[in-house]
């Protein structure tokens, strides 16, 4: 089946600093998510980026198909960003390949 | 509109047992699926259910089965539990089969003395 690969696996930042999180697949995808796993294990949805470039707020992704990778950017962090970030991809079907996700640390 | 509902939201039981969950989706949608989460293996999809019928089904042993009615909500249920079953199992609910944005429930954390 399709892998899904994210780095770093951990990530440590102080607050209002910025952090990139990466997202390789293996084969061609017809959706990704991006979520963020609180502590609680609720996932909540951060994106539908197949493709192109979104933005929400202090949050944004890239997804660039063709070259099979999504990048998703945090931008001056809080303390509320800590958790897990996971990436998923459809490839046709509707169930989601989950990578092993980012965890993220932000310290005050 | 309500988000993903799950019950119960935790559960003990002892090897041997068995264990239904229950999972109500956002109104409107028709898809239902099933993921178990554990820290050595992440997150595993373990099926699909739409308009009552099972669509798809991951790499998990017949013990493991579900089922979903007419008003879309969903069950799964896992016979003979074993220790490695104690896992995160989270219901996502999208509105149709076809790559959908899946919107998931809380989760129901089962632990397997």
């Known amino acids: 089946g399709i892998q899904v690969e994210q780095s770093p696996p951990d990530l440590i930042l102080q607050e209002g600093a910025n952090s990139t999180l990466r997202c390789n697949f293996s084969?061609?995808?017809?959706?990704l998510q991006w979520f963020h796993q609180n502590p609680w294990g609720q996932l909540i949805n951060l994106f539908y980026i197949p493709s192109g470039t979104k933005q929400n707020g202090r949050l944004s992704a890239t997804t660039v198909a063709t070259e099979r990778y999504s990048l998703l950017y945090i931008s001056s962090s809080q303390t509320t960003d800590s958790g897990v970030y996971f990436c998923?991809?459809?490839?046709?079907?509707?169930?989601?390949?989950f990578g092993t996700g980012t965890r993220l640390t932000v310290i005050p | 509109k309500a988000g993903v509902t799950q019950t119960p939201r935790y559960l003990i039981k002892t090897r041997g047992q068995q264990v239904t969950l229950s999972c109500s989706p956002i109104s409107g949608h028709r898809s239902v699926s099933w993921y178990q989460q554990t820290p050595g293996q992440g997150l595993q999809f373990l099926f699909e259910y739409f308009s009552e019928t099972q669509r798809n089904k991951g790499n998990f042993p017949g013990r493991f089965s579900g089922r979903q009615f007419s008003n879309s909500r969903s069950e799964m249920n896992v016979s003979t539990l074993e220790l490695g079953d104690s896992a995160l199992y989270l219901c996502?609910?999208?509105?149709?089969?076809?790559?959908?944005?899946?919107?998931f429930g809380p989760g129901t954390r089962l632990t397997v003395l």
């Open positions: 084969d061609s995808v017809n959706n």
């Open positions: 996502a609910s999208s509105f149709s089969l076809a790559a959908d944005t899946q919107y």
């Open positions: 998923a991809v459809q490839t046709g079907a509707n169930n989601l390949f």
